[in-house]
């Protein structure tokens, strides 16, 4: 919590639910993970800040893919907490994992993104996904 999973408050129960009253949930989560990987940059150009050994695309990359399962989660729970919990986790494995595994967690979490997301549009019309405003959940 103390590493960097306090933000979703600030992404997830603030930014994502004002960004899809205006614009659809998939605009939505690409728009906070872009915001939430940019936010970062200085830990990049910050000498010391230790995120030397993860390339800075890759790392914008992983953020909105994960913004998509923290949005999915917070919209299904109502619950800020939970998404502070996994961001945690993601900023653990970050500190813990070389390159190339960061490599394979940003491929696998691509796969499973595309897969949850063709598995919804299956089961919801798209213009119900992408078009609809549905309203979220009280925090």
């Known amino acids: 919590m103390v590493s960097g999973g306090n933000e979703e408050l600030g992404w997830r129960a603030v930014l994502e639910p004002e960004l899809e009253r205006r614009i659809p949930f998939f605009a ?42 923290l949005s999915a989660l917070y919209r299904a729970g109502g619950c800020a907490f939970s998404c502070c919990l996994l961001h945690a986790l993601a900023n653990t494995l970050i500190g813990v994992l070389s390159l190339s595994s960061i490599s394979l967690v940003i491929a696998a979490l691509l796969a499973l993104t595309g897969l949850s997301l063709a598995a919804f549009r299956r089961r919801l019309p798209i213009e119900e996904v992408c078009g609809g405003k549905p309203e979220w959940p009280a925090p």
């Open 28 to 69: 939505a989560c690409l728009a906070t993970g872009a915001i939430w990987g940019l936010w970062h940059l200085p830990l990049w150009i910050t000498q010391g800040a230790g995120r030397e050994t993860t390339p800075f695309l890759a790392f914008v990359a992983l953020a909105v893919l994960l913004s998509f399962w």
